[in-house]
């Protein structure tokens, strides 16, 4: 197929979410801007970035992107992409849409970034074979996510805060073994670092930057 024929699925509204993280969403960059620029260092061509955001992204992407579709749910941060995307470094394009039904043809992207978002897709499985099915074989996805914790303490309270803490973070589920899912959708991870970061609640704890490649 051409491009996905899947349905969009109708956006979870957090409008009150998307004005506060769009107001201090910013501050994060003091604890995890560095780990922006090590998620985007070296791509190169056509990119997709599922959940864009604000746009914090953007500042961050290298020269040698040609350019990039920035998908973004939520319209307050889509308006505010909007004007991120006009002080980026390269030509980001950004458009309303859902991971679950990108609008691009298979196999025509060399990368897609995935920046805290896969916490909170509605379908994380459907998402992440969407970002099979658009990049080119040998294309990467680039990740860097919070994850289910492997300390099984961590792991329980992160189960039993999920729905409270979906309704305060935004429909985040904080209990996802996103990497495991990365797998299962056929995208072969070949670098992963995992770490901890102090600054962020434990529900929100720990973190994993990596980069998955598709297969032929």
């Known amino acids: 197929m051409p491009t996905s024929t899947r349905t969009q699925p109708r956006p979870v509204?957090?409008?009150?979410?998307?004005?506060?993280?769009a107001r201090v969403g910013h501050l994060m960059d003091a604890e995890i801007g560095d780990h922006r620029r090590r998620l985007l260092a070296g791509l190169t061509g056509r990119v997709l970035e599922v959940g864009a955001g604000n746009g914090l992204n953007f500042p961050h992407y290298p020269a040698t992107v040609t350019d990039v579709l920035?998908?973004?749910?939520?319209?307050?941060?889509?308006?505010?992409?909007?004007?991120?995307?006009?002080?980026?470094?390269?030509?980001?394009?950004?458009?309303?849409?859902?991971?679950?039904?990108?609008?691009?043809?298979?196999?025509?992207?060399?990368?897609?970034?995935?920046?805290?978002?896969?916490?909170?897709?509605t379908d994380p499985d459907l998402a992440l074979a969407e970002t099979r099915r658009v990049l080119r074989p040998g294309g990467r996805l680039r990740f860097y996510e919070h994850v289910r914790a492997t300390d099984p303490r961590l792991a329980r309270w992160q189960d039993r805060l999920e729905r409270p803490w979906g309704w305060l973070v935004g429909g985040c589920h904080p209990n996802r073994d996103t990497v495991a899912a990365i797998t299962a959708a056929g995208l072969r991870p070949v670098q992963l670092d995992r770490f901890d970061l102090q600054?962020?609640?434990?529900?929100?704890?720990?973190?994993?930057?990596?980069?998955?490649?598709?297969?032929?």
């Open 13 to 21: 509204r957090h409008p009150i979410f998307a004005r506060c993280y």
């Open 70 to 121: 920035a998908i973004e749910p939520e319209p307050h941060l889509r308006r505010l992409a909007l004007a991120a995307a006009s002080q980026a470094p390269v030509p980001i394009r950004v458009v309303a849409g859902t991971a679950e039904a990108l609008p691009i043809h298979d196999s025509a992207l060399d990368a897609v970034v995935a920046s805290l978002v896969l916490c909170t897709v």
């Open 199 to 216: 600054a962020m609640p434990p529900p929100a704890r720990p973190h994993v930057l990596g980069v998955a490649q598709r297969g032929p």
